[in-house]
Nanobody, 123 residues
Framework: QVQLVESGGGLVQAGGSLRLSCAAS????????MGWFRQAPGKEREFLGA????????NPADSVKGRFTISTDNAKNTVFLQMNSLKPEDTAVYFC????????????????WGQGTQVTVSS
């Protein structure tokens, strides 16, 4: 069993930055690849990128490449999503998730999910 708790969302103006955190707990976390997703109203859940606890990663999605960075703090079992140059179209609920199926972009391949944190970018 793995528990994931996101934090750090909020309201920010366009061009601003936010850092989301995902605190993970449970046994054998090292088995898991950690992914970030987002979901805007009326849209499908969008894969943003993934990372493992050994430093391996899957490049961010094209929609956020060059603006979003994923990292980990292994000592704190925490995954971060640093978001810079935010745009109104980045407004969504952001989720972290854990998968044992590698650097997959398919939401159905992620076994555990956090509750999500709302990010709203004003123009």
């Amino acid at each position: 069993q793995v528990q994931l708790v996101e934090s750090g969302g909020g309201l920010v103006q366009a061009g601003g930055s936010l850092r989301l955190s995902c605190a993970a707990s449970g046994r054998t976390l090292s088995r898991f690849v950690m992914g970030w997703f987002r979901q805007a109203p009326g849209k499908e859940r969008e894969f943003l990128g993934a990372i493992n606890w050994s430093g391996g990663f899957r490049n961010p999605a094209d929609s956020v490449k060059g603006r979003f960075t994923i990292s980990t703090d292994n000592a704190k079992n925490t995954v971060f999503l640093q978001m810079n140059s935010l745009k109104p179209e980045d407004t969504a609920v952001y989720f972290c998730a854990a998968s044992v199926l590698g650097f997959t972009s398919t939401p159905e391949n992620y076994l555990y999910w956090g509750q999500g944190t709302q990010v709203t970018v004003s123009s």
